[in-house]
Nanobody, 124 residues
Framework: VQLVESGGGLVQGGGSLRLSCAASGGTFSIYTMGWFRQAPGKAREFVSSIDGIGDSSYYTDSVKGRFTISRDNAKNTLYLQMNSLKPDDTAVYYC??????????????????WGQGTQVTVSS
């Protein structure tokens, strides 16, 4: 499956952005999807994940209550609504897809397919 992110940009602290991830080349609904981010000089970190039908979602603690993951399987698209953005949220954001079945989807190594990333920059 091919993944293409969009929606990144420059935003002031406290602002909002919505990232999208368009999938093609596979049956989108069978994949658990995740959002990761990587800031300069730091390891890629888990942000959020959602199961194939959108029933279960998980968030890293630092984004709980501010970010919302969702998916539209009819449109083969994953979303990440980001509100109350902070400078610490500045990073390249990646979407990823996995066929892994388990209880923890927070490790990059569990994902089989990755997008190219979209830059999010939050100014103070």
């Amino acid at each position: 499956v091919q993944l293409v992110e969009s929606g990144g940009g420059l935003v002031q602290g406290g602002g909002s952005l919505r990232l999208s991830c368009a999938a093609s080349g596979g049956t989108f609904s069978i994949y658990t999807m995740g959002w990761f981010r990587q800031a300069p000089g730091k390891a890629r970190e888990f942000v959020s994940s959602i199961d194939g039908i959108g029933d279960s979602s998980y968030y890293t603690d630092s984004v709980k209550g501010r970010f919302t993951i969702s998916r539209d399987n009819a449109k083969n698209t994953l979303y990440l609504q980001m509100n109350s953005l902070k400078p610490d949220d500045t990073a390249v954001y990646y979407c990823a897809a996995t066929l892994y079945v388990g209880s923890d989807y927070s490790h990059p190594s569990q994902y089989h397919y990755w997008g190219q990333g979209t830059q999010v920059t939050v100014s103070s």
